[in-house]
């Protein structure tokens, strides 16, 4: 594949990243984050000229550019603390856009598409009931996590369907990035919102999420 360069620089930031803000230099930590964030904006864009689908591929790189405001919103709390709740909601906010256009890029690519809407509908209702039984959080926080958790499963569900459809190398990394993406929100919940939070669901977390959107980004070449 080409650009996998990007994706190695990409990593080893984020991996830099994740050493700095676990230190709580927090300044650093966003001029990490959002550099990092960039490098698989920049895969995205560079995947294009070799996509065989440019439609889907214009679309997910719309939805990788809001990953990357989600990033540095969701750092930039720790900074501006005082604004810290509404800047995590503008981050939460920018991540739902972006789930919200991976979405439309592979309803096209889907055959039978409501029945795994229905599947992802089913799933993220019984993962949103163990959440909401688990999590102490302000009602904000409780209906953004509703729409949220929602949209990033009926995203991984219709990736799923995509390469029951499609079988191809790039429908397999879309897929396996989905997943990613859903257990690294699901870890994320947990660890800001319970009182269970583990010293590794944060560095977890932010790997998961990062090889998340490295795969969907790279699966813009081969779809």
Known sequence: MSFMYLAYIGLLIQII???VEQQKKYVPAVALKGTASLFF???GLFGLSLSPLPG????VVAGLLFGLIGDVCLNLRFVLENAGQKIFLGGILAFLIGHILYLVALIPLCEKVWVWLIVGVAVAAALLYWILTSVEAEKAFKIFGVVYIGAVVLMTAVAVGVFRTRGT???LLYMVGAVLFTLSDVILIFNTFTKDGKAWMRPANLLL???GQLFIALSIQVI
């Open 56 to 59: 889907f591929a214009k679309v």
């Open 17 to 19: 990243f994740i050493y």
């Open 209 to 211: 999420y990062y090889l």
């Open 169 to 171: 190398q790039g429908s």
């Open 41 to 43: 904006v920049l895969l």
